[in-house]
């Protein structure tokens, strides 16, 4: 409420101002949005490629292990080799196999491998 000198009857500025609105800071807001973003999108590729995560971050062991693949090697009646996804059967002697995504199947070529 605005003060009143009494002798005069002139009438002060009020004591309150009036308040003022913050300005929005819309840039500050958009970057710190897409740095979350960026890194919930980093952890989400990352969880879902547990391989292609950086050599320390794969050692700290928080990252999922890929699943390895079972195959199923065995040989028919006629001598013939099978390597299939399911076993065979009843009967039939098999192996069952598995393989690591990360591991290497094939035989070392002749060229690389150490000389005795």
Do not use: C
Not at 3 to 32: H, Q, S
């Amino acid at each position: 409420m605005p003060r009143r000198d009494d002798d005069t009857g002139f009438r002060f500025a009020p004591d309150e101002t009036t308040p003022v609105r913050p300005v929005r800071r819309w840039g500050l807001w958009a970057l710190g949005t897409s740095i979350v973003a960026a890194l919930v999108a980093v952890g989400a590729y990352v969880y879902r490629n547990p391989l292609s995560a950086p050599e320390w971050l794969q050692k700290a062991e928080v990252l999922p292990k890929p699943a390895p693949t079972v195959v199923f090697k065995w040989r028919d009646k006629a001598g013939a080799w099978h390597v299939t996804d399911v076993p065979p059967g009843e009967g039939i002697a098999y192996e069952r196999l598995e393989y690591h995504r990360d591991t290497n199947v094939l035989p070392l070529p002749p060229q690389l491998r150490p000389k005795d």
